[in-house]
């Protein structure tokens, strides 16, 4: 199947700084890639949906101008935690979809995941 | 609105076999997706029914009757390995996926 890699796996930073999150697709270009946050012992939640050459669109109660994501090629997109405070901590996951491989079934490949400790 | 329910947590004995259920309500439905999560890694694919029916795949079976907006997943002669959470999700009419809130398996010796 498909990969998609995401870097950095784990990341300690202090509060007020910021955090940036990569998620790259290895061996297909994804155009729409989704980035979801997942505390412990929950499900995933969309936090948004990143287009390749344009603006992300965020799900409601997702502050934009905090969870800065770009996606600037086919194949890497960053989501930056900007002051990042304690709450932000959480399990950060990327997916992509191939639809060279999977057509429109929706099907998603995730990254790893980085989970993000803020102090 | 649109939900996915499944039940917060099971435990299984190893070696047994498992259903898990999950019934939606969702705004159109384009097909049901099943995953496995490990504690702190990320979800991974394990079967996509967009027809009514029983889909097998080794010791993991998929059901889905979409008149009832239902469907388990089957897992037989369970191992320790498939300690897990598993996730129901949906996708619907705008190829949006909706996500259950997971299924999370204990197997006991």
């Known amino acids: 199947g498909a990969v998609v890699s995401q870097h950095p796996s784990w990341v300690i930073c202090k509060s007020g700084t910021s955090v940036k999150i990569e998620c790259r697709s290895l061996?297909?270009?994804?155009?729409?890639m989704f980035w979801y946050r997942q505390f412990p012992k929950q499900s995933l939640m969309l936090m948004a949906t990143?287009?390749?050459?344009?603006?992300?669109?965020?799900e409601q109660g997702v502050e934009k101008d905090k969870f800065l994501i770009n996606h600037a090629s086919l194949t890497l997109s960053t989501l930056t935690v900007t002051s990042a405070h304690p709450e932000d901590s959480s399990f950060y996951i990327c997916?992509?979809?191939?639809?060279?491989?999977?057509?429109?079934?929706?099907?998603?490949?995730f990254g790893e995941g980085s989970r993000l400790t803020v102090l | 609105g649109q939900n996915i329910d499944q039940p917060t947590e099971m435990t299984a004995t190893e070696g047994a076999i498992v259903q898990i259920n999950c019934t939606y309500q969702?705004?159109?439905?384009?097909?049901l997706f099943w995953y496995q999560q490990h504690a702190g890694e990320a979800p991974t694919f394990l079967s996509y029914?967009?027809l009514d029916g029983l889909e097998e795949k080794g010791r993991f079976s998929s059901f889905l009757s979409r008149s009832k907006g239902y469907s388990y997943l089957l897992l037989k002669e369970l191992q320790m390995k498939d300690s897990a959470s598993y996730l129901c999700?949906?996708?619907?009419?705008?190829?949006?996926?909706?996500w259950g809130a997971g299924t999370k398996l204990i197997i006991k010796p």
């Open positions: 997916s992509a979809r191939d639809l060279g491989l999977a057509g429109d079934t929706g099907e998603l490949f």
């Open positions: 061996d297909f270009q994804a155009t729409t």
């Open positions: 990143s287009n390749e050459g344009s603006k992300a669109t965020y």
């Open positions: 969702t705004s159109g439905f384009n097909g």
């Open positions: 029914n967009v």
């Open positions: 999700a949906v996708l619907d009419s705008n190829y949006q996926l909706i």
